[in-house]
């Protein structure tokens, strides 16, 4: 029985550790593509103005990456997001009931 709540215990550590890491995800994403977004004015007006670059593929470029960042990274943290909170397919969830109960019998 005392093994029964150990496993039980570190399971439940091991399940608050990776929302823990999810929500530090979430922080960071937030964080670093509102910085992007604020400053990106900023930084095409003083730095990379159209006279001092000469290309406004350039321009298009920036913008391609400021906006595209935040959907492409929010696609990864979506994904994160469904590993952490249990929304694995039932097969994948039998699939390692099972493999844990080999292991055990072994």
């Known amino acids: 029985m005392k093994k029964d709540n150990l496993t039980k215990l570190d399971r439940a550590k091991k399940q608050v550790a990776a929302i823990k890491g999810f929500y530090n ?11 992007l977004i604020i400053f990106k004015e900023t930084v095409v007006v003083t730095i990379l103005s159209k006279k001092a670059i000469g290309n406004p ?14 959907i492409l990274w929010g696609i990864g943290l979506a994904i994160h ?3 952490v909170f249990g929304s694995r397919p039932k ?11 080999e292991y055990m019998n072994d």
């Open 57 to 70: 593929d350039f321009l298009n470029w920036i913008d391609w990456n400021v906006y595209g960042t935040p």
């Open 91 to 101: 097969f994948i969830r039998n699939w390692e009931e099972r493999k844990i109960q």
């Open 25 to 35: 995800h979430l922080v960071v994403y937030l964080v670093i593509n509102l910085a």
């Open 81 to 83: 997001g469904l590993v």
